[in-house]
């Protein structure tokens, strides 16, 4: 038996551990409406893509491989002598990757695929990878590292911050959010992955207030666990994302694990500007 474990590229895990644990990434893409578009990778000029998001007359779309391109990646990894692929997805509540993907292992002949929605994104998703990757080198079967990332995942989550929300209110990416759109004014939205959908939380006044919020949220999720990661993943507000990632070092109990990141366009299109989330998981995922 040879398991490989594959990803997408909402995953956002750094070029350095793609590499050293050479991790299959399949692309998703952002599209303006001018016809440019982005494929994710780690070397998009990210800067770039926001100027052009903030001067654009309509959000930008996103896509996710198609049901073919899934099919030759899993044939790719067959070809190298892998007999089953544990491949982790950006939340199926926010994008059809997960569906594809699924679709096409059960189409592929000669490797066993088997796809587990994070109901996450960006690195609360590559969590699931390297946890994945670990259990490999333990010695551990397909089926009881899916239990594990099933079990991990009841005790996983993520809060965020946008400056508005018309980016997810145009891509259809939030729930049950209509009575705050058009009303919010100066508030600033506080929301929270619920079963994989982007649902409102709360509304506090200021942008201080709303990041002490997501540290408020999240230390309190994680305040019994024996095993904490947190992550600061940020968008294009640099100052704001550092501040936040000292306030959690400073305040999360002493046994955890705080590190920082950053999400790309396709996340960035469903956020806008401003974007910034915190999340957590029970468990010490390696990071290096």
């Known amino acids: 038996m040879k398991i490989a474990v594959m990803t997408d590229s909402t995953s956002y895990l750094s070029q350095n551990l793609i590499d050293k644990y050479d991790i299959p990434v399949a692309p998703l893409s952002v599209t303006f409406d001018d016809g440019v ?85 960006a690195m609360m998703e590559g969590c699931y990878v390297l946890r994945a990757i670990e259990m490999v080198e333990q010695g551990y079967k397909p089926n009881d590292i899916i239990a594990e990332l099933t079990d991990m995942r009841e005790h996983t989550g993520a809060y965020l911050i946008v400056d508005d929300l018309k980016n997810l209110q145009k891509s259809g990416r939030i729930t049950g959010a209509q009575a705050w759109v058009g009303t919010l004014l100066k508030m600033k939205p506080v929301l929270k992955f619920d079963d994989g959908k982007i649902v409102p939380e709360e509304k506090v006044r200021t942008k201080k207030r709303a990041l002490k919020a997501l540290e408020e949220k999240v230390l309190n999720q994680v305040k019994d666990f024996d095993e904490v990661t947190i992550f600061v993943i940020n968008g294009d507000k640099t100052e ?18 705080v590190a920082y990141s950053e999400f790309g366009p396709v996340i960035a299109a469903h956020l806008g500007s401003g974007g910034l989330g915190l999340g957590y998981t029970a468990r010490k995922v390696r990071l290096d």
């Not at 578009?37 to 998001?53: A, G, L």
């Not at 892998?82 to 982790?88: G, P, R, S």
């Not at 199926?92 to 695929?113: P, T």
């Not at 704001?240 to 694990?257: C, F, I, M």
């Open 37 to 121: 578009s982005y494929t994710e990778s780690t070397d998009v000029d990210i800067d770039r893509f926001y100027e052009k998001m903030a001067t654009s007359a309509t959000i930008p779309t996103t896509s996710q491989p198609a049901v073919g391109e899934w099919i030759q990646r899993y044939e790719n990894l067959r070809d190298k002598g892998y007999t089953d692929v544990i491949v982790v997805f950006l939340s199926s509540g926010i994008s059809g990757s997960y569906q594809s993907g699924k679709q096409a292992g059960e189409i592929v002949e000669g490797i066993n695929v088997y796809a587990f929605d994070s109901k996450l994104a």
């Open 240 to 257: 704001d994302g550092k501040a936040l990632l000292d306030s959690v070092k400073e305040n999360a109990p002493s046994h955890s694990q």
